[in-house]
């Protein structure tokens, strides 16, 4: 079968190289001229992700959390809980041994009677039995096929700085409406500075943590949250094209390569419609709760976000011992069983049903 497979990130390029083992003919189309750049990402991931692709592009260790809300805080103390990577390496790691069509922009997809796709480029016209739409938050092949999608797009802005910390090893995350902002040391003597909503999030956080020194580089790209189609006829969406990300935190890096391995499970199968079912197996639970709780932290009153942090605090242990840094369901359902959170939750419930 004779795929096309639209953008060369991480997702796409990890699904080209297990379709290609599979002895498909793979056509990876990417519009920069080099994979890796630019990078939109804080580059934070759990150990799933590094048990499973290896250390090769971790760059430092993460040994917790300092958690904050308004001006109260505690820590999340948890070995290697999770890693800061190197991304440019990481995504460059998935390139090995592939051919790659560089400066290609898909500006269109078109689907014939004969179930053929055609896509176009400024300069060329590439045709195909399937396409995988693995490019971006905004999807272009999402967009030509009209694939269905709900999702919400949160502005991801961060600074590179070079500073003095206090501990290499721990990051903060700040949970202060209407930012969620994060400091996560790279090693090195430099430090991640971002915020889910705009640079003034990046202001706030360096303003409240003493966070001085030189910016290295910024970054401000779309977080995709929400959910899309990811079959229809051939066409198939990937990463953040169809929105696998964490509707928490926009985390998307172990959501989108596992949607990859979903994808080349059900094309190996001979039957690639089976891709969503995977995907809704695995992820369907992860993605429903996320949404609610996102809904819950943006909406509901200053008091009850208050008394949601208390829980958060309370359950520090279970936190430490239990919680999955990539699927945050089972942390989410044990603190539906506490009473102050039930409390909330009646008091906002069409918020959390939607
Ligand atoms: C500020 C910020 C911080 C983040 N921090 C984290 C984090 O700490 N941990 C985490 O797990 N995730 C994080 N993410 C999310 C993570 O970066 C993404 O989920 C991940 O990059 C998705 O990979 P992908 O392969 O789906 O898409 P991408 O990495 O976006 O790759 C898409 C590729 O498609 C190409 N492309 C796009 N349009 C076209 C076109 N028309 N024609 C040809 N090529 C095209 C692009 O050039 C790109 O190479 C963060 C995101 C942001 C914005």
């Not at 990417?30 to 971790?58: Q, T």
């Not at 500073?163 to 409406?177: A, F, G, K, P, S």
């Amino acid at each position: 079968m004779k795929f096309v497979t639209v953008g060369a990130g991480p997702c796409g390029l990890h699904v080209s190289q297990l379709l290609l083992k599979q002895g498909h003919e793979v056509t990876i189309l990417e519009e920069h001229d080099r994979v890796g750049a630019p990078i939109h990402c804080a580059g934070l991931v759990g150990k799933k992700l590094v048990d499973k692709f290896g250390s090769r592009h971790v760059i430092n260790n993460i040994d917790g959390a300092h958690i904050f809300l308004n001006d109260t805080g505690f820590f999340l103390k948890r070995k290697n809980v999770a890693f800061v990577l190197d991304r440019y390496g990481f995504d460059r790691s998935f390139a090995i041994d592939i051919s790659i069509e560089y400066d290609q922009r898909v500006v269109s997809v078109a689907k014939d009677p004969s179930g053929k796709f055609h896509i176009k480029t400024p300069g060329s016209s590439i045709c195909a039995d399937a396409i995988i739409g693995a490019d971006g938050p905004v999807s272009i092949v999402r967009k030509s096929l009209e694939m269905k999608s709900s999702i919400r797009y949160f502005s991801g802005c961060q600074q590179r700085i070079r500073t003095e910390l206090e501990d290499e090893h721990m990051v903060i995350v700040d949970i202060n409406r209407p930012f969620f902002s994060w400091a996560i040391p790279e090693g090195n003597g430099i430090v991640r500075v971002g915020a889910i909503g705009s640079m003034k999030g990046v202001d706030a956080m360096r303003e409240k943590f003493g966070i001085k020194g030189e910016v290295i580089d910024f970054i401000q790209a779309p977080i995709p949250v929400g959910r899309a189609e990811l079959v229809k006829d051939g066409a198939f969406l990937l990463g953040d094209a169809a929105a696998q990300t964490k509707p928490t935190t926009g985390g998307g890096l172990y959501y989108g390569l596992r949607g990859a391995e979903l994808l080349a499970k059900a094309v190996g199968e001979g039957a690639p419609e089976r891709y969503q079912k995977y995907w809704n197996k695995e992820f369907g639970r992860e993605i429903r709760l996320g949404l609610a709780a996102r809904r819950l932290y943006e909406h509901i009153s200053k008091n009850d976000l208050s008394l949601l942090f208390s829980v958060l605090m309370e359950k520090k242990k279970y936190i430490e011992a239990e919680a999955d840094f990539e699927k945050h369901s089972t942390a989410i359902k044990t603190f539906l069983l506490n009473p102050k959170t039930l409390s909330v939750i009646m008091r906002n419930l069409k918020l959390f049903l939607h």
